[in-house]
Nanobody, 117 residues
Framework: QVQLVESGGGLVQPGGSLRLSCAAP????????MSWYRQASGKERELVAA????????SYVGSAKGRFTISRDNAKNTLYLQMNSLNPEDAAVYYC??????????WGKGTLDTVSS
């Protein structure tokens, strides 16, 4: 059974760091581009970062540029998001996402990040 399972969220102080993971059992992981999204309370879900199937190319949106790093380990079927210099505006539920052939979209259930002193 294919699924995406995020982990690594938690409470961090402003200026701190978190590393999120997204395990993807059941997928042919190395063939899939992956992405991270987030949804803050009362706001729409937004794209944070994306990575190609090989990991050779990455892209970031908005405030993630220069602070976040998306990466993957295809041998472990796992996607990562390293987040540094966190501020309260980064507090959200973070989701990983992929699209399989024929356009079927998969989402994980999310992991909650809270940034507070």
């Amino acid at each position: 059974q294919v699924q995406l399972v995020e982990s690594g969220g938690g409470l961090v102080q402003p200026g701190g760091s978190l590393r999120l993971s997204c395990a993807a059992p059941g997928f042919t992981f190395s063939s899939l581009a992956m992405s991270w999204y987030r949804q803050a309370s009362g706001k729409e879900r937004e794209l944070v970062a994306a990575i190609t199937n090989s990991g050779s190319s990455t892209s970031y949106v908005g405030s993630a540029k220069g602070r976040f790093t998306i990466s993957r380990d295809n041998a472990k079927n796992t996607l990562y998001l390293q987040m540094n210099s966190l501020n309260p505006e980064d507090a959200a539920v973070y989701y990983c996402r992929t699209t399989r052939p024929l356009g079927v979209v998969y989402w994980g259930k999310g992991t909650l990040d809270t940034v507070s002193s």
